[in-house]
Nanobody
Framework: QVQLVESGGGWVQPGGSLKLSCAASGGWINLMGWYRQAPGKQRELVAAISSGGTTYYGDFVNDRFTISRNNAKNTVWLQMDSLNPEDTAVYYC???????????????WGQGTQVTVSS
């Protein structure tokens, strides 16, 4: 059974940076990425990357975040820079066996990691 294990969340001041990582174990994942959910809001795509290197970003990212992966290690990283309080949310790692985004994500989910941006 494939599992996704996240790390790297925490607290940061506005303008700061955080790097999230997610490792898949127990099987191979084609698309890996991150969604987030803030209190009272719907879950939304942050970024995703296929095994072939195709990347997807949420509209709010505005070049502040960079997603990367190591296929051999089945690991994905999300470098987040210029963070602002609106980025505060629980960030969930997502994995799928297909190499593109589904309209409704129905793949695997990690347990979530809290990211808090405040002064």
């Amino acid at each position: 059974q494939v599992q996704l294990v996240e790390s790297g969340g925490g607290w940061v001041q506005p303008g700061g940076s955080l790097k999230l990582s997610c490792a898949a174990s127990g099987g191979w994942i084609n698309l890996m990425g991150w969604y987030r959910q803030a209190p009272g809001k719907q879950r939304e795509l942050v970024a995703a990357i296929s095994s072939g290197g195709t990347t997807y970003y949420g509209d709010f990212v505005n070049d502040r975040f960079t997603i990367s992966r190591n296929n051999a290690k089945n690991t994905v990283w999300l470098q987040m820079d210029s963070l602002n309080p609106e980025d505060t949310a629980v960030y969930y790692c997502y994995g799928d066996t297909i190499g593109r985004l589904r309209t409704n994500p129905t793949g695997l989910w990690g347990q979530g990691t809290q990211v808090t941006v405040s002064s």
